[in-house]
């Protein structure tokens, strides 16, 4: 059962133009957000989060849309660099206190790729 | 601030093996996460530790298990090993391991043969 779900293995996208990579979840009991970005055989790097009580969140080039009602959360990278070539995650997280400690739900990642 | 850091970075070992893998969070941090990630199930929770206890699990078998420090280092460690045992390892920190942002290290590529 693939509680969040990125259903775009991979999106190519030109530079200076915006990327829009895409995050479906199941469990309403989801309410905080984060998207990592991953290279291969390294650990995921944290890139912005989002709580449920928001519907955006911003931070320089990234931006995070959370659509509670349809159960969707997006990022938006402008304008997209080579350098964000990478494998995007998005994971989420319960409420806080009874089995949810330290536990992220991710999805299974999708692969930017920026062309010059 | 130093990063959380994973040791090593890479191992074989045999099937029926056993393995530890090892973790420092970041100073001050006291949540330790596990993570599992391979190709076909990408990243899978493992377990939490938070002062030496474990409070949370995922759905692995009991072959996988682990432990805290006081100092909140922590070990992973994995008997009878399988081949389906290869992935690469990754532990994260956090505060407090609750809604905050956890920050991942690069992790322990592991492979069984």
């Known amino acids: 059962d693939q509680q969040v779900k990125q259903n775009s293995p991979s999106l190519s996208v030109q530079e200076g133009r915006i990327s829009i990579l895409n995050c479906d979840y199941t469990?309403?009991?989801?309410?905080?957000f984060l998207w990592y970005k991953k290279y291969p055989a390294e650990g995921p790097t944290f890139l912005i989060s989002?709580?449920?009580?928001?519907d955006k969140n911003e931070d320089g080039r990234f931006t995070v849309f959370l659509n509670k009602s349809a159960k969707h959360l997006s990022l938006h990278i402008v304008p997209s660099q080579p350098g964000d070539s990478a494998v995007y995650f998005c994971?989420?997280?319960?409420?806080?206190?009874?089995?949810?400690?330290?536990?992220?739900?991710f999805g299974q990642g999708t692969i930017l790729t920026v062309h010059p | 601030k130093a990063g959380v850091t994973q040791t090593p970075r890479y191992l074989i070992k045999t099937r029926g093996q056993q393995v530890t893998l090892s973790c420092s969070p970041i100073?001050?941090?006291?949540?330790v996460s596990w993570y599992q990630q391979t190709p076909g199930q990408g990243l899978q929770f493992l377990f939490e530790?938070?002062?030496?206890?474990?409070?949370n699990k995922g759905n692995f078998p009991g072959r996988f298990s682990g432990r805290q420090f006081s100092n909140s280092r922590s070990e992973m460690n994995v008997s009878t090993l399988e081949l389906g045992d290869s992935a690469l390892y990754l532990c994260?920190?956090?505060?407090?391991?609750?809604?905050?942002?956890?920050?991942f290290g690069p992790g322990t590529r592991l492979l069984v043969l």
């Open positions: 994260a920190s956090s505060l407090l391991g609750m809604k905050e942002t956890q920050y």
């Open positions: 530790y938070f002062s030496e206890t474990q409070r």
């Open positions: 469990n309403s009991m989801f309410d905080y």
């Open positions: 994971a989420a997280s319960p409420d806080a206190g009874g089995t949810s400690y330290g536990k992220l739900t």
């Open positions: 989002i709580s449920s009580i928001k």
């Open positions: 100073s001050g941090h006291r949540s």
